[in-house]
């Protein structure tokens, strides 16, 4: 195991009704004068908005908003944001959304008390301040609720680039799991996907001897096996709901990814498809893991095979490790595709003769040098061949 | 899934020589003038103390010092800690040490900052603040690094006793695996049962629909099985050592015991053993839990059965289950007997004669009213019943 520092201060409200808490928590927390950060129709016609509104006036909390954030957040709105906070004073920012809108929050934060660029934080300057911020979850994904990470796509280029930073993990997040029920199935098992991936991501690493990380990570994909399926059959179990949001956030605040080298190849491979076709992140990932990780097998079998037997049941093949290996991805590709998950480009909306383009954003863009490092290395023709095994 | 609110707010310094940090954190998180708490000899011996005071002295932090924590740590020390903090103007106090240690200091941080006795919080009343406590761990057991509790044994009357808030919780806790494995192998074994302890206790719930956590905690069960044998076969084997403290830590930070009841009926009827005889708390829990489980099994039998197939690797007899329920408590009693702890009240030094006495305490000492809740409720007559099965 690799020395490591792990520092998740995050406070976790978890459970029914706990939107109502939220103008508690902003007071607790500091919050004086805060901006209710949100996306599109959904938070509105559910009342949602209204119910997060009245908590923080009824702790005497000023506030102002802003809306429109969409699916792969936009570096526009964040400029707005954080023109909207310098002007309006805002000292806190109150995320209702999911995780495209935390990410937007995120990066308002960081902007307002930078002078520079905010976009400078996502080609990899040190991010060592920001305004305090609090989320209200709405869709158990990204992680972003509990992570100090946050994603956001340049309009200028459609570069979709990572930024991350202690000072951008969320002082709270309240997790109502009963607000996730009125999602469509799709965003659900688009989610469900997401967090499959923030997993697996952990779990390809080059670090030996990482048995309570490998096992904990294994937890929480038999967890995902295991009631996935049961809240896309029954989209109104609470209990499966509650299951899948802490495991969300359980896989991606990193205690399961501590002092061991991670991937994160496919979610960089991904990042191209949901950036140039707009698709949903998790329909992405479901489309580029099977083949990131089909490519990525012989690097090692042993792991493959290990992940394939504790999560995925699969017999260990001793004498054949990577029959077992290959079982372990070839069921996870039917599970994705059980829980209507996109199987390959023709599904996603991706088209074979964008294929140069992706991989020229992917390897080149943005200041990369047409090298990309994770569980393996890759240049353009690995990254060419991944994304023909996708059509 | 209960509701619930997370907090676990430590800060983790995990790896080699992550001791020599201990200055810069302590820096970090306000402290000027530290009471440096510990236990016996071994850490001054082992030069580790040198080590803590010369990184407090490069960064210019004054300290003072008090030793002499024992093992089930004592009101008197804490009395004296309280006393000596107030008359230094000690603002930050640094553990060194143990699950002692670390109790001890978070008893007296506690009352440094109360006008009455401190032993009113281990009688009930809520802590509301305390002075900021950081550690450098020297043991993985009590999970207390990462914890807000704290146990103290109450010299008249030798009641143990424990306190909890978040208070208490450590600003920052040092972990570096390489500092244990000095450790006698007999330590090293009651901190695996300690571990293992914390997690059955979260394990054995009334709540159901848990299947996260329960999730969790059998993989840090599994993590337990795997490297436990392997540290006490080969006490210099550093990354056995690093898995099993990472587990340690996350066995009682709560993150895989939230939204659950929990049991900690063998913790109450431990405590009793060790504040009579002074054993070491996890050899009183390796001979505690397998009587505990045995009388409890009825209750739930699938919840034993559940353990003993997924960690234990037990069949599952889908006729008779409570054979496969009574087959993990057996595999469990066998795994404690193969590292080296007792298996009854005479490899422990407990008396048959005391069991009156120890029911006594247990069920009418400080206060208690003759009736235990956990998994399930106990009366003096289950109690003593529980204890001869020990016998």
């Not at 906070?85 to 809108?101: H, P, R, Y």
């Not at 967890?223 to 991606?252: C, F, L």
């Not at 501590?258 to 698709?279: F, K, N, P, T």
């Amino acid at each position: 195991m690799n020395n490591f520092e792990y520092y998740a201060p995050t406070c976790f409200v978890f459970g029914k009704e706990t939107e109502d808490l939220a103008g508690k928590y902003v007071k607790k927390f500091g919050g004086t004068k805060v901006l209710i950060h949100y996306g599109g129709g959904s938070v509105v016609r559910s009342g949602l908005l209204d119910r997060v509104k009245k908590s923080l006036g009824a702790e005497g909390i000023a506030y102002t908003e802003l809306g429109g954030v969409k699916p792969n957040p936009r570096s526009g709105l964040v400029y707005e944001g954080i023109d909207l906070c310098k002007k309006e004073n805002v000292d806190f920012i109150l995320a209702v959304g999911g995780g495209s809108v935390i990410d937007s929050s995120k990066a308002i934060a960081a902007g307002v008390l930078y002078d520079g660029d905010f976009w400078d934080f996502y080609k990899g300057k040190a991010i060592e301040k920001a305004l305090p911020i609090g989320t209200v979850l709405t869709i158990a994904a990204a992680g972003s609720e509990g992570s100090p990470d946050s994603v956001i796509t340049k309009e200028e280029g459609m570069f979709k680039r990572g930024a991350s930073g202690d000072a951008l993990r969320p002082r709270f997040s309240i997790l109502n799991p009963a607000l996730t029920q009125t999602l469509p199935a799709y965003q659900t098992a688009a989610g469900i996907t997401d967090i499959m991936a923030h997993l697996y991501e952990r779990y390809l690493t080059n670090t030996d001897e990482v048995e309570v990380t490998d096992r904990m990570i294994e937890a929480l994909l038999l967890t995902m096996v295991h009631e996935g399926p049961r809240v896309i059959a029954d989209p109104n179990n609470y209990d499966a709901r509650a299951n899948i949001m802490w495991a969300g956030t359980m896989a991606h605040n990193n205690s399961c990814g501590v002092g061991r080298s991670q991937d994160w190849l496919s979610h960089d491979i991904e990042h191209e498809l949901s950036a140039m076709y707009d698709c949903a992140h998790g329909a992405g990932l479901a489309v580029t893991m099977p083949a990131v990780f089909t490519y990525e097998m012989s690097h090692n079998v042993m792991r493959f095979a290990q992940v394939a037997t504790r999560v995925w049941g699969c017999q260990m093949d001793f004498a054949h490790p990577e029959v077992t290996a290959k079982a372990g991805i070839e069921a996870f590709r039917r599970f994705l595709i059980s829980i209507g998950m996109p199987k390959n480009f023709e599904e996603l909306g991706a088209k074979k003769e964008d294929i140069p383009a992706l991989v020229q954003s992917l390897c080149r863009g943005n200041g990369r040098n047409g090298t990309l490092y994770g569980f393996v290395t890759l240049n353009e023709d690995d990254c060419t061949k991944i994304y023909e095994m996708m059509v």
